[in-house]
């Protein structure tokens, strides 16, 4: 007696219940004279190349019944635009096709209004990193980014340059003893620290969010893996600074870089995963599934997000509040600003809703901090207000090398020679993060003169990175 092979056997190999899978199993009543085992493996081998069997006298009707399947759209199907508009590109000859071919499918989504291209930009998910979507009334979560709110914040002190040189061993201690670096990793117990953000009603949102609150609080004030930093540099005023109310002259500043931790990259997760269920996009375009602002889901994921960019605000605040007491300094001046985040702006007279993912608001007299890398220097702007820019900037140098091919190609001892060349102390980072890794922010900054004004101009001195160079959780 021949041992049947029902529906379930062929689920196990990945056909799906339906059409297809009723013709294979009508095929399956004669046996044809193969065994099971036989039948089991044409089964599988039909599945994985259906083109190898389409004149097969055997399983032809199942092989042309799966690409037909392959090739039907679902009800839901969301058509590209095959005729988008333009985008404006800064730096285009330093920009990778990776980079320029994604921000051509994301011109193609029914929602854009409009895009460019920064000249640090380098390929990503969905939209590029670099890139700044417009859309109406949509809001991609891939089009924020994994790291949500991701920032940039300066705090300007009352301390002259000779003053860094005279104390870096006080500069060292407190950069140690204040900033917490790694994936995954927080304070706990008396090391705890509180913000008013802790209070905020919107984790109470739903469960995912009211599940992440205990993390939140434990990482909150730590900075993460991947590229975030906290630094002591020397910020150089050309001019006086009538805005900031800040003198001429060479100040001690401590610079920060990172996000909202494991609480914004779990929310990045769970939403891309919810718009990809409800927007149906080509595979080209599928890192780029959006969620209507008018729906719950859009709702949801707005709520989430602004909460994550107070969170990593809230991050930042807490970072400079204890460096601040450690040092006993005044702060002259603050600046931060968010480079993975979505806003409601009016472009070209309608509101929509901007993504920048890796890119730096430029609103006409918008403060912001480009970072070039742990040797280049970095560049306190104030905006221009280019509209074709969509009123944005770079949001630092932008990788030339990805953490691959750093680690490869690059090896500790011309890290440390650069390092040393350049007077700059490292404590953490891995190979990945390497100046070499980086874009000439000169080049950068040169293509984006139309974008932002330079205030001012930091150059690192003592830089804290993750131990093992890790990514973000």
Known sequence: MKTPINGNDLMALGYAEGT???????????????????????????????????????????????????????EDFIALNPTPDAFSAYGLDHIEDGAINQMKVAMQLPVTVAGALMPDAHQGYGLPIGGVLATNNAIIPYGVGVDIGCRMALSVYDMAEDFYYANQDKFKRELVAHSKFGAGHGFHGQ????????????????????????????????????????????????????????????????LTHSGSRGFGA??????????????????????????????SLGQEYWIAMNLAGDYASACHEVIHKKMEKALGATVLAKVENHHNFAWKEVWNGEEVIVHRKGATPAGKGVMGIIPGSMTAPGFLVRGKGEENA??????????????????????????????KDHGVTLIGAGLDEAPMAYKDINMVMA?????????????PKMVRMADDGSRED
């Not at 139309?450 to 101009?457: G, P, R, T």
């Open 266 to 295: 779990t929310v990045a997760g769970h939403y891309t995963k919810m718009a990809k269920d409800v927007c149906k996009l080509p595979d080209v375009a599928k890192n780029l599934a959006y969620l209507d602002m008018n729906s």
């Open 20 to 74: 297809v899978l009723g013709i294979a199993l009508r095929i399956n009543r004669g046996r044809n004279g193969f065994t099971r085992e036989q039948m089991m493996e044409h089964y599988a081998n039909v599945l994985a190349t259906p083109e190898n069997y389409i004149d097969d006298k055997v399983f032809s009707k199942l092989a042309i019944a799966l690409i037909e399947k392959a090739n039907e759209k679902p």
């Open 191 to 254: 090391y705890k620290s509180d913000h008013a953000v802790m209070e905020s009603p919107d984790f109470q949102t739903n469960s995912l969010i009211k599940g992440l609150k205990d993390k939140a609080w434990s990482q909150l004030g730590s900075s993460g893996g991947g590229n975030h930093f906290v630094e002591f540099g020397i910020l150089e005023f050309a001019k006086d600074d009538a805005v900031l109310n800040i003198p001429k002259g060479k100040y001690i500043a401590l």
């Open 447 to 459: 293509s984006q003169e139309d974008l932002v004004d330079v205030v001012a101009k930091f150059t």
């Open 390 to 419: 969509i009123n944005s900037a770079s949001h630092g140098a932008g990788r030339q090398m990805s953490r691959t091919q750093a680690i490869k190609t690059i090896t500790k001892n011309e890290m440390q020679t650069i390092l």
